[in-house]
């Protein structure tokens, strides 16, 4: 057997047993993740669910759609892109050939006219004006019927265009959008981090960058069910886009965790809307719908970061990432600084505190 044959049926095997062990469905979905996670050539997977196993988090649907989306997502996105640019090919090619039909109807056209204009020249009889009036007004006629239809033609193709460049812009919003909750996923964090981090290279600005984790986030999982975690998800990201500017970028960076990026914003205003986003979820009560039971409330904690002009990007990250780390190594239900951090102060290779 083929040395190459025989190492993929092994990682096929190998992520067959274990989404039996782990009770997964076995969706194309599904068995992607897995077999990239055994054969191991993303190594950015492969410690996203290291993480995740060692932390016996269970591999519900959310959990496993989030690592499709995360991991290969950009893919099917991609596909989609590449077949509306071949139908947008296609339209504007056939305009184009409508556009050079019209050309040749005029250039005939004229010809026509200097035919007839050289017949008449030097003048002519009452029977050959008459000829030449008939042949002018039908093929003017014709031109006419031509130009409605080249107008009709290139009417719809104008439409057509316009259509798939709602298309385009819709997949490409899909593409940055986290499905559950609505807000910009960690695409979208990526690219508006490069654009944040240029301006402030170009202008001098201050940036500063939040990392927020929802404290005990597991528990809501686990004593009442995934769709209750979903809400508690989405409530959280209402949150934030309501308690941040328009300018503020607040994006699901992935499970449970949520960045915001705040161009033109000093660290210790940044301290100030944390503490506000802060309250403003804890303060909320969450309330079974069917027996309107209090099942508590939902606390955050919260890490704050200032970019330094010509750091590498996963530096700037670090730094409020090991903010988050102490705040809930701390008690949670806080919000910490780069400024509170001490020289042993780092985020540890597994994971930080639920």
């Known amino acids: 057997m083929d040395a190459v044959v025989a190492r993929s049926r092994r990682f096929a095997d190998a992520a067959r047993d274990q989404m039996d062990r782990l009770d997964i469905a076995p969706t194309p979905e599904n068995f992607t993740v897995w077999y990239h996670y055994h054969a191991g050539e993303l190594p950015s997977l492969r410690r996203a669910m290291?993480?995740?196993?060692?932390?016996?988090?269970?591999?519900?649907?959310?959990?496993?759609?989030?690592?499709?989306?995360?991991?290969?997502?950009?893919?099917?996105?991609?596909?989609?892109?590449?077949?509306?640019?071949t139908k947008i090919e296609s339209a504007v090619s056939d305009a184009i050939g409508m556009l050079d039909s019209a050309n040749q109807d005029a250039r005939s056209y004229g010809e026509v006219l200097g035919e007839t204009a050289a017949k008449l020249d030097g003048g002519a009889s009452a029977a050959l004006v008459r000829e030449v009036v008939t042949r002018v007004i039908g093929e003017t006629r014709s031109m006419i019927d031509r130009s409605d239809l080249l107008e009709k033609q290139l009417s719809q193709s104008t439409a057509e265009i316009g259509e798939l460049r709602k298309m385009v812009e819709s997949a490409s919003r899909e593409a940055m959008t986290d499905p559950l909750t609505g807000i910009g996923n960690r695409?979208?964090?990526?690219?508006?981090?490069?654009?944040?981090?240029?301006?402030?290279?170009?202008?001098?600005?201050?940036?500063?960058?939040?990392?927020?984790?929802?404290?005990?986030?597991?528990?809501?999982n686990d004593s009442f069910g995934h769709q209750f975690g979903d809400m508690v998800l989405r409530l959280v990201a209402r949150s934030l886009m309501e308690g941040v500017k328009a300018t503020d970028h607040a994006v699901r960076y992935g499970g449970e965790e949520f960045a915001i990026l705040l161009p033109e914003t000093?660290?210790?205003?940044?301290?100030?809307?944390?503490?506000?986003?802060?309250?403003?979820?804890?303060?909320?009560?969450?309330?079974?719908?069917?027996?309107?039971?209090?099942?508590?409330?939902?606390?955050?904690?919260?890490?704050?970061?200032s970019y330094r002009l010509g750091e590498p990007v996963t530096v700037f990250i670090e730094r409020a990432d090991a903010a988050l780390y102490k705040a809930k190594q701390s008690g949670r239900n806080r919000v910490l600084s780069e400024n509170d951090l001490t020289q042993g102060d780092q985020v540890p290779g597994g994971s930080r505190p639920s």
Do not use: W
């Open 187 to 220: 695409k979208m964090f990526d690219y508006q981090m490069k654009q944040s981090v240029q301006a402030a290279m170009e202008h001098g600005g201050e940036l500063s960058l939040m990392m927020l984790d929802i404290d005990h986030f597991k528990r809501f």
């Open 266 to 305: 000093q660290v210790a205003d940044a301290l100030l809307v944390a503490e506000q986003l802060r309250s403003a979820v804890a303060s909320k009560t969450l309330v079974k719908k069917g027996t309107k039971e209090t099942l508590g409330n939902v606390t955050m904690s919260i890490g704050v970061s």
């Open 50 to 85: 290291d993480i995740l196993i060692s932390n016996r988090q269970e591999f519900s649907p959310d959990v496993c759609a989030d690592l499709y989306n995360r991991f290969f997502g950009l893919e099917r996105q991609a596909v989609t892109l590449r077949q509306i640019s």
